[in-house]
């Protein structure tokens, strides 16, 4: 079995950028360093609690209302959430993110989210407007890693290291799949 340490690089080739965790109910983000990196623009904030604003204080202009408001409407209603969206480099490159999660209650019963940011950039034009990406058909791998991610978050819930771990390594091999169509 894989180790989620040996995981990690392995995720970063695949287009992992960094994972996000939420607290509804305080409005909060916590990212972890690669996602701070490339969506607050500050690795620094990493661990820290962020309203969206911060957390995604890299996404585009022209992305920012749509997403934005998904997210709070996800953060109302719970459940999958999938965007694709541009986000901006310091130096004005533009990168496609693909933010995939579930939002959900913990066992004290508040909603929390857990989701991963995935660089999709390869291979695309940053001109395509992203929330034309975001409708259409769905793909069955990006189907199956949707219900991959509510089946990891939902064995966090409980004492199920070893399944956790499987669960991991799925995610790992759908991310590398993902990587190789790009």
């Known amino acids: 079995m894989v180790a989620l340490t040996a995981a990690i690089p392995a995720l970063r080739a695949a287009g992992v950028i960094g994972i996000w965790n939420t607290d509804v109910a305080a409005g909060r983000s916590v990212l972890d360093e690669g996602a701070a990196a490339v969506l607050a623009g500050n690795a620094g904030l990493a661990g820290q609690p962020l309203p969206l604003e911060t957390a995604l204080g890299r996404t585009h202009p022209d992305d920012r209302d749509w997403l934005f ?76 890693a949707d219900r991959c991610i509510e089946a990891h978050t939902a064995l966090t819930q409980g004492d199920h290291a070893d399944l956790r771990s499987l669960s991991e390594l799925l995610l790992t091999s759908i991310g590398r799949t993902l990587a190789q169509r790009l």
């Open 69 to 144: 408001g998904q997210i709070r409407q996800a953060r109302r209603t719970g459940g999958f959430f999938s965007a694709e969206f541009r986000v901006l480099s310091e130096e004005g490159n533009v990168r496609w993110i693909l933010n995939r999660g579930t939002i959900s209650q913990n066992e004290s019963g508040r909603m929390q989210g857990l989701g991963a940011y995935i660089d999709t950039t390869v291979g695309r034009g940053s001109d395509v407007p992203a929330a034309l990406l975001t409708q259409g058909i769905e793909d069955p791998l990006i189907v199956a």
